[in-house]
């Protein structure tokens, strides 16, 4: 009976210090992964998309990009379509900028996507016609027997524009190289053979 009590206090004393150790201990990792979190010691990656208001300002830092990292040029090229009212120039990419985790901006994304977002003045089934531009790796092709593949539909399909709601075409050329890329949705027919037609003239000019 005696080692019976004498057990039962050891165990009332026992179990409140582990607790308190516990959370003692809990607390101080806390504590010390915050610290190294906010000073970035360590810190995850994460997808940023950086906004421009124009295509000179997105070149400044594709410039600045390319001077870090030259094999990883792209073929980029600014466009005016007919019919836009509005232009978004965006670089998307994986954040390596440890020092400005704290801002949600970095000069220099790695695994980058460049684009610019057209939106249209045309509306059809109440949506606003819009298209994506999406920029490509530079190659050594010479930009010849350049051909649109369809890459990727989804959602609807419409028989007034003969196509489903959101498209993604690829330009490539002969040898298969991927040029560029051209994403529309909500866009007419007509709409959409003009903005092809339009990239592969510019792309005729440049080469």
Not at 10 to 16: A, D, Q, S, T, Y
């Amino acid at each position: 009976m005696e080692k019976n009590n004498k057990l039962k206090k050891r165990l009332w004393i026992w179990i409140p210090v582990s607790l308190v150790t516990i959370i003692v201990l809990t607390i101080i990792s806390i504590v010390i992964v915050s610290y190294y979190y906010t000073n970035h010691k360590w810190k995850p990656l994460r997808q940023l998309r950086n906004y421009y208001d124009t295509y000179e300002l997105m070149m400044e830092d594709e410039r600045y990009f390319q001077e870090k990292y030259p094999e990883l040029e792209q073929f980029i090229f600014d466009i005016n379509i007919e019919g836009t009212k509005k232009y978004e120039y965006i670089i998307e990419g994986i954040d390596y900028c440890k020092t400005l985790h704290s801002k949600e901006y970095c000069p220099h994304l790695r695994n980058r996507m460049i684009y610019i977002c057209g939106m249209l003045e045309e509306i059809y089934e109440e949506k606003e016609g819009q298209y994506q531009v999406k920029y490509k790796y530079k190659t050594d092709s010479l930009y010849e027997d350049l051909e649109w593949i369809k890459t990727r539909s989804e959602g609807k399909y419409n028989s007034t524009t003969d196509g489903w709601d959101i498209e993604e075409f690829t330009l490539k050329d002969k040898e298969g190289n991927k040029i560029i890329a051209v994403e529309v949705s909500y866009v007419s027919k007509e709409r959409k053979q003009m903005i092809l037609d339009y990239l592969v003239e510019q792309i005729n000019q440049i080469k």
